[in-house]
């Protein structure tokens, strides 16, 4: 019997990185996932709802009252169906609403109601992540157990430099599925894994050896990696 097809649900915010999640929706259909997007009225100012529909295939979901859509009725279908939730970008708003507990649309009800593993990737001006506020509210959901990954440094949408940029959709990507793979084939293997060049002797004084850039090895330490949680990685 194949297995059952994963599904991931991303949050989209109303954040000027908001076009990066349509690479990252494409990223996780291309994987084999099934995607079901949602939307933010705030989103959909900087990306139409159109691309991820094109993207992953599926309906987006930009509110609660469309009554044509197949998630209208029963608001917690979404929460129900997925087997992770990533916010990406996730704001300094969505971020406090969560924290408080608000569940004034789509995201935020799907976000209360499931019981599926949730990350969050922030994406905002430095002083919006650095406030106490902010920060507070990212400690309290960490104890909740939502994971975080990001935010990253580099040139914000205000031209300066500073940390709230929307970290690397590789390690967005990567994160995700290194949480998915906790319960996969490998949770209770322990994996060694080494990334450097090798030698084979020839005498005692003598060896053949070779220049390695050590891609291979770290390919497969992520792969082990999204298999389970701890993986040793040597060069």
């Known amino acids: 019997m194949a297995a059952k097809q994963k599904t991931i649900v ?11 999640a349509a690479d990252l929706a494409s990223r996780f259909a291309q994987a084999g996932f099934r995607v079901e997007v949602i939307m933010t009225s705030e989103a959909v100012q900087f990306i139409a709802p159109l691309t991820f529909r094109n993207i992953t295939g599926r309906p987006v979901v930009t509110t609660m009252w469309d009554l044509a859509s197949e998630f209208s009725v029963e608001h917690i279908a979404l929460a129900e169906a997925a087997d992770i939730v990533l916010i990406a970008p996730a704001t ?6 969560i924290a408080g507990g608000i569940a004034d649309d789509m995201l935020t009800c799907t976000v209360l109601a499931t019981k599926a593993p949730i990350v969050i990737a922030p994406a905002m001006n430095d002083n919006m992540w650095a406030n106490e506020i902010t920060q507070e509210n990212v400690t309290h959901l960490k104890k909740r157990g939502f994971s975080f990954v990001g935010p990253g440094y580099g040139r914000l949408a205000s031209g300066k430099m500073g940390t709230g940029r929307l970290t690397s959709l590789d390690e967005i990507f990567g994160v995700v599925l290194q949480i998915l793979g906790r319960k996969g084939d490998l949770a209770r293997k322990h994996i ?15 060896c053949l050896t070779n220049h390695s850039s050590g891609k291979m090895g770290y390919a497969v330490a992520e792969a082990a990696r999204n298999g389970r949680r701890n993986v040793r990685l040597g060069t």
């Open 10 to 20: 991303i949050g989209v915010t109303g954040s000027i990185s908001a076009y990066k």
């Open 92 to 97: 300094a708003n969505i971020i406090a609403k």
């Open 192 to 206: 060694v894994v080494t990334a450097g060049g090798t030698q084979e002797p020839v005498d005692p004084v003598r």
